[in-house]
């Protein structure tokens, strides 16, 4: 009994009076602490679940660390609050905070300098635990050690904060926050998501047997998963409600008592077959196959500008996307009409992008593959939509020379443009000889005007054009009009560029240095969302804005948060892009390279369009849009193995021989999807051409 007393004015001594003699300075430091920590759990700023959203409202992915959904103290029912208490801490209600008894057995056990295997925490010390733990912790295995260590320093501390705890909050905010902040298996944390995940219902409904099996989960979630171990979790749960009964819990009619008791513990555990678990990330949400190209593009997006993997994992936003699901799923299958999901080494990618002159939102990115991890299903994991692939758009590239050589006032889109069948150029090289082009076939026209030549795509006339007009001022029109990763962002191989530009130079760079006369021919890297974006900026009256996913995002109070995005320029003047877009108009029409995908799509709307193909036929493409839906489409390569991509189906077939061209793939995956997009919409005429003629 002496000892025991002895001990306990040590403990009393240590949690109540941190300054002691010439420990002063340090004990001073400790109570700084515990204040900042107990400052801290009051405000209580949970790891909450981000939910990304349509541009609807709709939920088409989660993201986070922990499950959790918050609930108020009204929202508990009274038979969780009984259960917790019960199991945990029965005079919950009558301590301040630490149960001085528990407190001096412990000591008893181990003396003060030693370890201790027994706490008997009160819930207030259990809430600082888990605090620590899963929230400043984060919930790794390191901080899980160091708040839960056996240790009678790690139990002072937890005492100490304890106390100011609840002086600062009352009984009520207490129990909540820890049944807040509790882990229950299964990814779960708080009673909120526990009783959805186990129960499919809200914490306000857990009836006595639901809430003493979350009772009994808790510092035990593991050990007594009920999934995996139901007769351990049974059995934890029945002793719960022994001592709710024993707690008065069903009230002080001992007869009635028992016979609940018995009612209780006789239910089946109840547990639902497929646990409620929330889906987390781009995969499992919504029709995550159809979607996750937008999302793993929205999470990149938010990454590059101003937000944290913690800010998308644990800080409870709201993001409302610009995603439009029917457009994505038009997309969708337009894509996989073309190219069948499981087609081996080829990829049919696509986006959709809303023109304007102060934003231009992304409406749907998709591919033929589904979004995932299971390559061997056809799946992909990248947004193949949405980044830099390693493969060209071919002749879509033309446009910048064409746009560049009006802009340089070389030609209009009523000029004449020589139209050779075959071209030696003087002004590139090829080793020690000059650069020689011939056209995919041979015309009687030795001229055309450059409307036609847009439409008809012959090599050699836009060669003579780029000699006209300047290769840097054809590669920095192609980045103002919207290739601006795939210029400045990325090497001649397609990889981004590192931070120290030790893989560089940028494609951009590299073609400038190289004098690169194939450049208007598209050989090098492209980002399909970028095509859609520089089409999206030719409608919008030369305004280059960036290609955003994002139409608001909000943190967990309800509040905007600000995003780092770049301003929308004014790329070219709105009388060059009327030009180029009347210019780009006759793809679609009798006698262009998209006629035929037009005509079969029953397509009739006012259109700019340029088809591709580069020369080694690994890749084809078609960029276009009306005044209301700007779009890309692009067919290519994705396996290790490059090879010619060949039709009736599409697939690869080997090497040195003529391939599809982007008229056979690319233009009917773009006209069947915008066939869908534009179903209600009026057909808007284009700008009419002012100058540039």
Known sequence: MVGLCLTAGVLVAAVLFPVVGGLGLASNRAADTVDQTSGELTKAELPLVTTIQDKDGQPIAYLYDQYRIPVAFEDIADTMKAAI?????????????????????????????GETSQGAS??????????????????????????????????????????????????????????????????????????????????????????????GLVNRPSALNPEAGADA??????????YMRDNGAFGEDTTRADQLTEEYKAAPIGVVEDLKLLPMGCVGAGDGP???????????????????????????????????????????????????????????????????????RVRALAANRDFGNNAEAGQSAYSL?????????????????????????????????????????????????GYTVKNYSNGADTSMTLTKALA????????????????????????????????????????????????????????????????TLGAGPTSVLELANVSA????????????PIEQVLDRNGNPVQLQEAACEQAVSPELAAALAQGMSHDTLPGGTAAGAASRAGWNRPTIGKTGTTENYWSVGFMGATMQYAGAALTFTDGAAPQVLCGN?????????????????????????????????????????????
């Not at 059995?235 to 022994?242: G, K, S």
């Not at 061209?661 to 869908?676: D, L, R």
């Open 290 to 360: 159809i979607y996750g190209s937008f999302c793993r593009y929205l999470i990149d997006y938010l990454l590059e500008h101003g937000l944290t993997e913690d800010d998308l994992r644990r800080g409870g936003l709201t993001i409302r996307s610009t995603m439009d699901a029917k457009a994505t799923v038009a997309v969708k299958e337009a894509a996989e009409g073309q190219v069948s999901k499981t087609t081996p080494g080829v990829a049919n990618a696509m986006a959709v992008v809303e023109p304007g002159k102060d934003k231009h």
């Open 456 to 519: 008809t795509s012959p090599n050699t006339g836009f060669i003579i054009l780029q000699e006209q007009a300047g290769l840097n001022n054809v590669v920095d029109m192609a980045y103002r009009l919207g290739l601006r990763e795939g210029m400045q962002g990325v090497n001649l191989a397609g990889d981004p560029l590192k931070e120290d530009k030790s893989n560089g130079p940028s494609q951009g760079e590299a073609v400038k240095q190289g004098n690169m006369g194939s450049f």
């Open 122 to 215: 009160t819930l207030t010390q259990q809430y600082v635990k888990n605090y620590l733990a899963f929230v400043v912790g984060k919930g790794s295995d390191e901080a899980y050690e160091k708040a839960t260590a056996a240790t009678m320093a790690r139990k002072l501390s937890e005492a100490r904060i304890a106390m100011q705890l609840e002086q600062k909050m009352t009984k009520e905010e207490i129990l909540t926050a820890y049944l807040n902040v509790v882990p229950f298996g299964n990814g779960t944390y708080g009673v909120g998501a526990a009783a959805q995940t186990y129960f499919n219902t809200t914490a306000d409904k857990l009836t006595v047997p639901q809430a003493a099996l979350l009772a």
């Open 537 to 548: 900026t030719i409608v919008s009256e030369g305004t280059w804005c960036p290609p955003t």
């Open 233 to 242: 979790a049974m059995e934890r749960r029945n002793t719960v409600i022994d």
């Open 649 to 693: 189906p599409v697939r690869l077939c080997g090497h040195g021989r003529d391939g599809l061209t982007g008229g056979e793939v690319a233009a009917p995956t773009w006209f069947n999807a915008m066939n869908k997009i534009h179903e209600g919409l009026p057909a808007v005429p284009l700008p009419p051409a002012t100058k540039y003629r």
């Open 385 to 433: 939509p949405a980044e830099v692939t390693r493969f060209g758009a071919g002749s879509i590239y033309k446009v910048f020379t064409a746009a560049a050589a009006m802009e340089q006032g070389k030609t209009g889109i009523d000029r004449s443009v020589p139209i050779p069948n075959l071209y030696t150029s003087r002004v590139y090289r090829d080793g020690n000889k």
């Open 85 to 113: 208490i019960a199991i945990e801490d029965r005079r919950f209600f009558e301590h301040q905070g630490v149960d001085w008894q528990g407190i001096m057995r412990a000591a008893a056990k181990a003396g003060v300098e």
